[in-house]
């Protein structure tokens, strides 16, 4: 046997507790599960168990040679797993969450398309707007908007770009374009989930807040940009949310000297470096139609 063998060998001695369970489990004979832990302790001048004849103990420093080869027999069997779902046709449900206005523009249009090239993947798509344990929930991935802080999970850009400040024709034609950012506290605005302290940028590069207010506050993206084009008043968030709407002249954007950046939206997902193919198939979807969005638009 090689080395490979007799660690593995090793291993499942101490897992099953017995040098027979051992040999069974694995198809050889009891002889050779005991010359491979003899291999072991003479190659590391360490004794790894305890025999008797009524039972095996494991030394201390049989317990952390143990656990670390099983650590890396583990990351062996999810590289195995991880080859061979790339061989495979990704197949399986995916547990996915993603904000309101997010899943409506971008994800629920690009779906056709998702499932003519993965027919075997079903989606479980939830909307919400609060923030999100990913594990608790027990999703596969989550889209969030905002800069990750102090959080276990990975992540993938998805969009980044600037804070616009928006209004319809019809408002402007109104009420007049604001000039700065102070004529925008003289505005009827409509407030967003992040309260009525708008962001500008200066011309020194510094951010400035202004105090908004107006006759409608809401917490969902989709009836800020509609209160938005229906003329209300003057609106802030990302340029994703809007840019449909200024593509097709329902929206002109104001004040885009003074633009902040916006917070980025991401893709999140268990820092697992073997996801399942349905689950990178997501991912890599994901990034693929905001990218051509971006490009396209």
């Not at 206005?101 to 027919?119: H, K, N």
């Not at 909307?127 to 908007?145: C, K, M, P, Q, T």
């Not at 019809?170 to 962001?199: E, I, Q």
Request: proline share 6%; hydrophobic share 40%; aromatic share 8%.
């Amino acid at each position: 046997m090689n080395r490979f063998q007799d660690i593995l060998a090793f291993v499942r001695v101490v897992e099953l507790g017995a040098f027979t369970a051992a040999a069974k489990s694995l198809g050889v004979s009891v002889s050779s599960i005991t010359k491979s832990v003899s291999r072991l302790e003479e190659d590391l001048g360490i004794a790894l168990l305890v025999r008797s004849t009524r039972r095996i103990r494991v030394t201390a420093q049989g317990r952390t040679y143990h656990d670390r080869c099983q650590a890396i027999l583990r990351d062996l069997a999810g590289a195995e797993d991880a080859i061979r779902n790339e061989a495979s046709s990704p197949r399986g449900s995916v547990r996915l969450w993603v904000p309101p206005a997010f899943g409506r523009q971008t994800v629920i249009p690009a779906l056709p398309a998702f499932f003519e090239r993965y027919p075997d993947i079903d989606l479980d798509l939830h909307f919400g707007h609060r923030s999100l344990n990913l594990i608790e929930g027990g999703y596969d991935l989550a889209v969030a908007s905002g800069t990750l802080h102090d959080t276990p999970l990975a992540g993938r850009l998805l969009v980044r770009g600037p804070q616009k400040t928006v209004a319809s024709p019809a408002y402007l034609a109104r009420h007049g374009t604001p000039r700065t950012p102070d004529d925008v506290s003289r505005h009827r605005c409509v407030v967003g989930r992040f309260g009525n302290s708008w962001s500008f940028r200066t011309p020194s590069g510094a951010t400035e807040t202004v105090q908004v207010r107006g006759p409608l506050s809401t917490d969902s993206g989709d009836a800020l940009r509609e209160a938005a084009v229906a003329g209300i008043g003057l609106c802030q968030a990302t340029w994703w949310l809007f840019r449909q709407d200024i593509e097709r002249g329902a929206l002109v954007p104001v004040l885009e000297a003074f633009e902040t950046e916006a917070d980025p939206i991401t893709i999140v997902f268990p820092p697992d470096r073997s996801l399942p193919a349905r689950v990178r198939a997501v991912i890599d979807f994901l990034v693929e139609i905001t990218r051509e969005q971006k490009e396209g638009g």
